[in-house]
Nanobody, 115 residues
Framework: QAQLVESGGGLVQPGGSLRLSCAAS????????MDWYRQVFGKEHELVAS???????NYADSVKARFTISRDNTKNTVYLQMSSLKPEDTAVYYC?????????WGQGTQVTVFS
C-alpha cells in the first residue's frame, strides 16, 4: 500500500530553521514528482515546492531563497529544509506524490513559527 509519512514539524522562533522529511513506501518510487504543500486553517492548499524525478525544482515566490526541497532516492525520502522562518510560514505541511493519474497525500505535519 502506497504511503507518505511526514515528520520534522514543530515549534520554532522567527528566523529559525526546520527540516521536514517525507518517507514514501509502497509503489511510490523515484519516478514520482514530489511536492510540499501547506495549508492554513480555512484556506486552500498552497504549493510550496516541487521536485521532479530528474531533480528539477520549483518554489513558490513566498519561500524562494529560504526553503530547499531535495530527495534521496536511495531512502525514498523527500526533504524540505526551511530557513529564515516567518510567522506567516505557520501551517500544516503536506507531502504529495504524483505520477500520471496517481497521486498520494501524507497526513501532514504542523509547523508553528512564533515569537
Amino acid at each position: 500500500q502506497a504511503q507518505l509519512v511526514e515528520s520534522g514539524g514543530g515549534l520554532v522562533q522567527p528566523g529559525g530553521s526546520l527540516r521536514l522529511s517525507c518517507a514514501a513506501s509502497g509503489h511510490i518510487s523515484s519516478i514520482y514528482t514530489m511536492d510540499w504543500y501547506r495549508q492554513v486553517f480555512g484556506k486552500e492548499h498552497e504549493l510550496v515546492a516541487s521536485i521532479t524525478s530528474g531533480g528539477s525544482t520549483n518554489y513558490a515566490d513566498s519561500v524562494k531563497a529560504r526553503f530547499t526541497i531535495s530527495r534521496d532516492n536511495t531512502k525514498n525520502t523527500v526533504y524540505l529544509q526551511m530557513s529564515s522562518l516567518k510567522p506567516e510560514d505557520t501551517a500544516v505541511y503536506y507531502c504529495h506524490a504524483r505520477f500520471r493519474d496517481y497521486q498520494y497525500w501524507g497526513q501532514g505535519t504542523q509547523v508553528t513559527v512564533f515569537s
